[in-house]
């Protein structure tokens, strides 16, 4: 039997550095390879809790060193910029939040990575996210679970991978625990074994987007009026674009009561704000929509949906729509419901699907 390879996607992180000793161990051919996104002039001063800086990809050359296995840098910047950085800054403005992991996955990770892989003569791509891919052998199609550990469950950012794509991506760690992932690292003497794990987005390692994208498109966004949910004008604003539905924190507005974004007009440059109660509904349309379990959805389903990363799966009924959009209905109101984002249906622990978010009604259907 031919020996099996794989190509590592290796961060420097020490998720991806287990993923590719596991795969070793399970007796792979590996190669690691780290993607260079940006040019780190970019996005000014490195942190730690960003991943793809310098410092990452020495980390990342260190352990393949130590595992014995091939390693290369693969200049991805051209591509990262249309695929992901144009996105987000091309979303902000035009008043809808992105969620550029997601994209990078999509676009970098599981394509052009997963094609220079293929290109090499590896059978695989490696990452180390946590999350469980099976096949049903009954539809030969393959499905996406949830990880063992669902305090670090990713399946949400992964909701776009394709059948292809997923015929040829391996998950070592879905089964493991990050404590059991920190162990294997620290037995194996990994130079990465206690490194805090990203927290921002790698091209805004400060958290602050608006800055970034004023320093990217070298454009400075005009202030505009604050309106309350008569229309009425309440203060003035830095820019719609520094603000994101259902913030709370530096409006700089003296409202006698604590008020929250509740909706942008891009073109007049406004943004409206009101009471908490005021960013609840129930319903959302999506569209742009990947399944796992079948081509299509034919019928309502009542499934279980996370409209944002870190909220627990709600109980809702997705209905299919005409154009490739499927509407959302929970079973009770959600708070900033937020077009852009991705909304991600679960069965259970196994991933029915997922879409872009379009238009969120404060109504009932």
């Not at 599981?110 to 590896?122: A, P, T, Y």
């Not at 990363?309 to 929970?330: H, K, L, S």
Request: with cysteine.
């Amino acid at each position: 039997m031919a020996e099996k390879k794989a190509l590592i996607a290796m961060s420097g992180g020490v998720d991806s550095s287990v993923a590719a000793y596991l795969m070793v161990r399970d007796g792979y051919s590996c190669t690691g390879a780290t993607m260079r996104l940006y040019n780190n002039e970019m996005i000014g001063e490195e942190r730690e809790s960003t991943c793809c800086s310098l410092d990452d990809v020495e980390d990342a050359r260190s352990v393949a060193r130590r595992l014995g296995i091939p390693f290369y840098v693969f200049n991805f910047t051209d591509d990262f910029h249309e695929r992901v950085i144009a996105k987000f800054i091309r979303c902000y403005e035009c008043g809808t939040t992105p969620n550029p992991c997601i994209d990078c996955n999509r676009y970098l990770k599981f394509d052009h990575l997963l094609r220079r892989g293929l290109e090499l003569g590896c059978d695989c791509v490696v990452t180390g996210h946590y999350a469980r891919i099976r096949r049903d052998e009954a539809t030969g199609r393959y499905l996406l679970y949830k990880a063992a550990d669902l305090s670090k469950d990713q399946s949400y950012v992964l909701y776009s991978l394709t059948q292809e794509q997923l015929a040829h991506t391996r998950f070592p760690l879905g089964e493991l625990t990050k404590a059991e992932t920190r162990a294997i690292a620290e037995e194996q003497g990994f130079i990465n074994a206690r490194k805090h794990d990203s927290q921002d987005i790698c091209f805004v390692p400060d958290g602050d987007y608006v800055a970034f994208m004023e320093r990217y498109t070298g454009k400075a966004y005009e202030p505009g009026d604050f309106l309350d949910l008569e229309g009425n004008v309440v203060g003035r604003h830095r820019g719609a674009v520094c603000y994101t539905l259902g913030q709370r924190k530096g409006l700089g507005l003296a409202m006698g009561a604590p008020f929250y974004v509740c909706a942008k007009d891009m073109e007049k440059n406004t943004v409206t704000v009101g009471p908490n109660e005021a960013l609840f509904s129930t319903t959302l349309r999506a569209n742009d929509w990947n399944w796992f379990p079948f081509p299509t959805l034919t019928e309502p389903l009542h499934i279980t949906a996370k409209a944002r990363y870190n909220q627990p799966p709600q109980p809702a009924t997705v209905y299919p729509e005409a154009g490739g959009f499927a509407r959302v209905v929970f079973d009770e109101p959600q708070r900033a419901l937020t077009p852009g984002q991705a909304v991600v249906l679960y069965d259970g622990d196994m991933v029915v699907g997922g879409g872009t978010i379009t238009e969120v009604c404060r109504t009932n259907p």
